[in-house]
């Protein structure tokens, strides 16, 4: 069987209406090949439907096929339950209602042993030869599901009582499937499986969502299908969605029981918010600030911990919700890894209230970084200072703080630092960058010697939350810089790539 068509997926379609509605109309008809292409569009006037065969199935509607008419027929055929209950199907049947069945035309439905030739690889070697087991098995089908997964309700209920089912464990919907066929035995021939092609495959979940192999194609070019006879027949054939549609009283009665439904939802979510949410006082802002120190690279000693705290300018004032805010914070102790990093992966978090002054008088806030190592003889030494700057707008952001030490004069200093641990350090670590408390217009560090060090990085996560917004910029904190050092500067930042906070992994 070959297939002539552009576009032959699958297409997926949701609906909570009962399956009983759901109806599929299927047009085929014989061509010629002198005019296959004859038609750009995928329709066609009364004279080209002359010989056309038309059926119109009802969801899990069972059409017997002509070779199903002559194995069912007798009795002694019949050896399964499903086919003994044909058999009395059949044998029930009317002449007239005879008469749709035994055409071009048919169907399997879910109840039917359904092998429509697919055979899964049991591994990825395409030239592994096919075992014994592999041959049998593709001719069982899935277990079929329990009647308790295929009620919604019940399945609910399960859900709200904190019970999964297995179809959700695994990830898998129990679906009930379809099969439209078509028969293009050539009499007096004896039908065959070989002569019946799929049509149309359609499978539907117990949450509603149905799954078409090929879509509908009612409106654009018929599908074609060639067949295996030796004389290479021809056919075209469309799918057309026929399902009744819904009266206006049953529409609007619908539009209804939603709108009320919707109203119920989001009264119930302003329930659980409730009236008594904070809001910062008029004109002011609340900055919630999440940060980790994720990790740090390029210091001489091994056996880091990381001392931080942050400096809030005058205008603003750190809320600690355990009491009194502590004076600095500190990570615990890391070793060196095999990436050549200290791992840390610290989180902290501040809420932070600006006083209702204009945006331009307050400065930005600054964490404060100090980065010391510690051997097993209680040695300490200060490995590096830096700063990083609190963002002004709301959002993620990952940021280098490269860090500088002082150092003294002579070797001494660095023979104390070696031997037994002692060297220069800031007695103010508010020195690393501008103190909150200058006044001046100018900090002179002139004859301050330092000597870079290695980096620590950063990620910062900030939300912010005001009443109204800001006549100026509406930003939490001005861009009012802080004049740094007047030599050289020893401190700068970086911005990476935003990252999400969570847990560090080695090697990041």
């Not at 509605?21 to 292409?37: C, H, P, S, Y």
């Not at 950063?458 to 009443?467: D, E, F, H, I, K």
């Amino acid at each position: 069987m070959s297939f002539f068509e552009y576009s032959t997926g699958t297409s997926y379609y949701r609906s909570k209406d009962p399956l009983e509605n759901f109806k599929i109309k299927v047009r085929i008809k014989k061509v010629a090949l002198g005019t296959l292409w004859s038609s750009e569009a995928g329709f066609h006037d009364a004279s080209d439907r002359q010989g056309e065969e038309t059926y119109v199935f009802a969801w899990q509607e069972k059409i017997f096929s002509k070779r199903e008419l002559q194995q069912f027929s007798d009795a002694a055929n019949c050896t399964t339950v499903q086919e003994k209950a044909y058999h009395e199907q059949l044998a029930a049947l009317t002449p007239s209602e005879l008469k749709k069945h035994g055409r071009r035309i048919f169907s399997l439905v879910d109840a039917d042993s359904i092998n429509t030739g697919t055979k899964v690889p049991m591994t990825d070697d395409a030239d592994l030869p096919e075992t014994y087991f592999a041959g049998q098995i593709v001719q069982y089908r899935p277990r079929r599901p329990r009647i308790a997964d295929l009620n919604v309700s019940q399945r609910r209920a399960e859900n709200v009582a904190g019970i999964v089912p297995p179809s959700k464990r695994n990830g898998q919907l129990p679906t009930t499937e379809m099969h439209l066929m078509a028969d293009f035995s050539i009499p007096p021939g004896k039908p065959s499986n070989d002569s019946e092609y799929i049509l149309c495959s359609i499978s539907i979940d117990t949450d509603g969502l149905i799954r078409m192999e090929p879509d509908f194609n009612a409106m654009k070019r018929p599908y074609l299908i060639q067949t295996g006879q030796t004389s290479g027949e021809m056919y075209e054939y469309f799918i057309e969605h026929a399902s009744d549609p819904m009266a206006r009283i049953d529409m609007e009665r619908e539009s209804q029981l939603f709108r009320a439904l919707y109203q119920r939802h989001q009264e119930y979510n302003a329930f659980l918010v409730g009236t008594q949410f904070k809001m910062p006082p008029k004109n002011a802002h609340w900055i919630s600030l999440f940060g980790e120190i994720i990790d740090g690279e390029g210091f001489e000693y091994d056996d880091l911990f990381v001392h931080f705290l942050l400096d809030v300018p005058s205008g603003c004032k750190a809320k600690w919700d355990l009491g009194k805010e502590p004076s600095h914070l500190s990570t615990q102790i890391s070793m060196k890894q095999s990436d050549n990093r200290w791992h840390f992966g610290c989180p902290f978090a501040w809420l932070l209230e600006s006083e209702p002054v204009p945006s331009d008088a307050l400065s930005r806030p600054q964490l404060l970084i100090e980065v010391v190592s510690v051997d097993s003889w209680n040695r300490y030494r200060i490995e590096g200072y830096g700063y990083a700057n609190i963002p002004e707008s709301a959002g993620n952001e990952t940021t280098i703080v490269h860090t500088w030490r002082p150092v003294g004069d002579g070797i001494i200093s660095q023979l104390r630092r070696f031997f037994i641990g002692g060297c220069p350090e800031l007695d103010d670590i508010s020195y690393v960058s501008v103190p909150s408390d200058f006044q001046g217009k100018e900090l002179s560090r002139y004859g301050f010697r330092t000597t870079p060090s290695g980096k620590i990085r950063l990620r910062l996560n900030t939300v912010t939350q005001m009443r109204a917004k800001s006549s100026t910029d509406g930003r939490a904190f001005a861009s009012k810089a802080r004049h740094g050092p007047s030599e050289t500067q020893y401190v700068h930042i970086t911005t990476c790539i935003p990252l999400c906070v969570g847990s560090i992994q080695p090697g990041e």
